[in-house]
T-cell receptor, first 113, second 111 residues
């Protein structure tokens, strides 16, 4: 099994550009989440989804959009990149219910110049 | 607002020493998970604690969930250089679907 696959692994954007970070999982997990991690910090929740067609905002949603048209895919869109969005982005998924841990992708390192 | 506070933030110890990391909240959690993250990688799940007062052991690591399900601790016995990494607690605050992480504890074990 591939688990959680994120693409791309690295990306450099210019201020104002838009892009989509891709996330796919093959474990039939209902829950999926996007996080950003800044140097030396923990993970902050951007957006999350509890199933296809259902998304909600996390702790730091401004500047980001998500959609969940299928169980497998949960793309994160940066609308107009800003230097403050320079970070490492992680996608994660889990079985439904509140006693399961999450499986993480390997991350996308994004630099906005 | 950070709902999960971890302490200490940084810890540098010698091989063979014991240590405890704390994860505290004012909110009740249905369960808590602990992860370890190494540079350039995503967090990897270590354990889930569900019941208030629960204690779980994973080799030299002991995890405890507080009776009120608002806090947890991770104790490492006889730390080894391979234990070096960022330790994170995480969970769903009761009544929400958000899955949030603690502030993290960066551990360095010196040989």
């Amino acid at each position: 099994n591939a688990g959680v696959t994120q693409t791309p692994k690295f990306q450099v954007l210019k201020t104002g550009q838009s892009m989509t970070l891709q996330c796919a999982q093959d474990m039939n997990h209902e829950y999926m989440s996007w996080y950003r991690q800044d140097p030396g910090m923990g993970l902050r929740l951007i957006h999350y989804s509890v199933g296809a067609g259902i998304t909600d905002q996390g702790e730091v949603p401004n500047g980001y959009n998500v959609s969940r048209s299928t169980t497998e895919d949960f793309p994160l869109r940066l609308l107009s990149a800003a230097p403050s969005q320079t970070s490492v982005y992680f996608c994660a998924s889990s079985y439904s219910g509140q006693s399961f841990g999450y499986t993480f992708g390997s991350g996308t390192r994004l630099t906005v110049v | 607002t950070q709902l999960l506070e971890q302490s200490p933030q940084f810890l540098s110890i010698q091989e063979g020493e014991n240590l405890t990391v704390y994860c505290n909240s004012s909110s009740v959690f249905s369960s808590l998970q602990w992860y370890r993250q190494e540079p350039g990688e995503g967090p990897v799940l270590l354990v889930t604690v569900v019941t208030g007062g629960e204690v779980k052991k994973l080799k030299r690591l002991t995890f405890q969930f507080g009776d009120a399900r608002k806090d947890s601790s991770l104790h490492i016995t006889a730390a080894q250089p391979g234990d070096t990494g960022l330790y994170l607690c995480a969970g769903h605050p009761s009544g929400t679907y958000k899955y949030i992480f603690g502030t993290g504890t960066r551990l360095k074990v010196l040989a």
